[in-house]
């Protein structure tokens, strides 16, 4: 049992540039999610998916899409990175988010770390 | 004003001291409350819900105040593996289901 895992765990992109980073979870929840994480800013939901085949935009989605695969796979991808996307992406999973605390827990992946030049 | 305040700290205490964290919450309709541990360069973890009757595991113990909107984390009898960054964490459906994490606090633990 993985957990969630993240691939890659750290990328360096030039400006202008695209990538896709993986996420999945083989808890068989309901809901992903992907973050940034920036010093002194705490973590901030870039988007979110609350159950397979449905996506919703989070705090600070502009320059992101995200692709719900299917229920174990959550990607998001940069058309043209920027770098202001230099951060450490999580990736998390819960059971199902919105619902009672015991649902609502967070299980994230180990992060990617993304450097933009 | 952000929606979720935690104190930046650090925090520098002896081993075996007892530390308090508090956090506040600016959504009175926030409906889920946590506490989230995160090592350095690693992943948060769960470190436990927060419930309004107030929880405790351990040497660690959860209180919500609602009217107040604050929660607060105590860690008694500190111990060196305690020193990480403490995430306070609130979940709405204001507008949508939102989890809003706070910046976290330092702990840092001396022998």
């Known amino acids: 049992n993985a957990g969630v895992t993240q691939t890659p765990k750290f990328q360096v992109l030039k400006t202008g540039q695209s990538m896709t980073l993986q996420c999945a979870q083989d808890?068989?929840?309901?809901?992903m999610y992907w973050y940034r994480q920036d010093p002194g800013m705490g973590l901030r939901l870039i988007y979110y998916?609350?159950?397979?085949?449905?996506?919703d935009k989070g705090e600070v989605p502009n320059g992101y899409n995200v692709s719900r695969l299917n229920k174990r796979e959550f990607s998001l991808r940069l058309e043209s990175a920027a770098p202001s996307q230099t951060s450490v992406y999580f990736c998390?999973?819960?059971?199902?988010?919105?619902?009672?605390?015991?649902?609502?827990?967070?299980?994230f992946g180990p992060g990617t770390r993304l450097t933009v030049l | 004003r952000k929606e979720v305040e935690q104190d930046p700290g650090p925090f520098n205490v002896p081993e075996g001291a007892t530390v308090a964290f508090n956090c506040t919450y600016s959504?009175?309709?926030?409906?889920?409350f946590f506490w989230y541990r995160q090592d350095c360069r690693k992943e948060p973890k769960l470190l436990m819900s927060?419930?309004?009757s107030g929880n405790e595991d351990g040497r660690f113990t959860a209180q919500l105040n609602r009217a107040s909107q604050y929660i607060s984390l105590l860690i008694r009898d500190s111990k060196l593996s305690d020193s990480a960054t403490y995430l306070c964490?609130?979940?709405?459906?204001?507008?949508?289901?939102?989890?809003?994490f706070g910046a976290g606090t330092r702990l840092f633990v001396k022998a």
């Open positions: 998390a999973s819960s059971e199902r988010g919105g619902s009672p605390n015991s649902y609502n827990e967070q299980f």
């Open positions: 927060v419930y309004s």
């Open positions: 959504n009175s309709a926030s409906q889920s």
């Open positions: 808890m068989n929840h309901n809901s």
């Open positions: 998916s609350a159950s397979e085949g449905t996506t």
């Open positions: 964490v609130v979940t709405s459906l204001t507008g949508g289901f939102k989890t809003i």
